[in-house]
């Protein structure tokens, strides 16, 4: 299995700061990731597939970039609903693997 | 818009069971180009892909799973199902349904259900 390793595990920041997390890939996963919020209680929503193109609806504010093995996601300028828990997946190859998450506060 | 909602007995006991369906309203299973997935959620953990089923009946299961589980397509209506054999309670987690769509570019699950927690215990 392709091992997913995100980080910082969780951080606290402002309203209006850049945030950026991180998520390594244990093998070459190409552009082949995507990124969740998860918010308390409810499902994880689609962010970002296919590295860096941003779901239908999702704000400007959500970034992503990288290839290979290192990718980042972004948050350009935090706002208090984006208060949640961040996950990268990778697509490569079955079984489909997460990273361990990242908890965002305020 | 396409929506999916689990249902299932939320407490199995020890050795049993377990069995859930997925109803997929706004879209058909029958169509190509998806996947109809399982994803678990163990208590304050991350997420754990289950496998899937595909509109033809071909199915694919996670390796450290696949031992103990059953996917199937519905036999009437818009659904399918898991079932998993034996559980202990390392398998009480929420368990997700979820369509992962399938490109060419990209493939990624874009719609969810809402969740069902299913507690292992006697």
């Known amino acids: 299995d392709i091992q997913m390793t995100q980080s910082p595990s969780s951080l606290s920041a402002s309203v209006g700061d850049r945030v950026t997390i991180t998520c390594q890939a244990s093998?070459?996963?190409?552009?082949?990731l995507n990124w969740y919020q998860q918010k308390p209680g409810r499902a994880p929503k689609l962010l970002i597939f296919?590295?860096?193109t941003l779901e239908t609806g999702v704000p400007t504010r959500f970034s992503g970039s990288g290839s290979g093995t290192d990718f980042t996601f972004a948050i350009s300028s935090l706002q208090p609903e984006d208060i949640a828990t961040y996950y990268c997946?990778?697509?490569?190859?079955?079984?489909?693997?997460f990273g361990g998450g990242t908890k965002v506060e305020i | 818009q396409v929506q999916l909602q689990e249902s299932g007995p939320g407490l199995v006991k020890p050795s049993q069971t377990l069995s859930l369906t997925c109803t997929v309203s706004g879209a058909s299973i029958s169509s190509g180009g998806y996947h109809w997935s399982w994803i678990r959620q163990l208590p304050g953990k991350g997420l754990e892909y289950i496998g899937y089923?595909?509109?033809?009946?071909?199915?694919y299961y996670n390796p450290s799973l696949k031992s103990r589980l059953i996917m199937s397509l519905g036999t009437t209506g818009n659904q399918f199902s898991l079932r998993l054999t034996s559980v202990t309670a390392a398998d009480t987690a929420v368990y997700y349904c979820?369509?992962?769509?399938?490109?060419?570019?990209?493939?990624?699950?874009?719609?969810w259900g809402q969740g069902t927690l299913v507690t292992v215990s006697s």
């Open positions: 979820a369509r992962e769509v399938v490109t060419a570019r990209a493939e990624y699950f874009q719609h």
């Open positions: 997946q990778q697509y490569n190859s079955l079984p489909r693997t």
């Open positions: 089923i595909y509109y033809s009946g071909s199915t």
């Open positions: 093998q070459d996963i190409r552009r082949h």
């Open positions: 296919d590295a860096s």
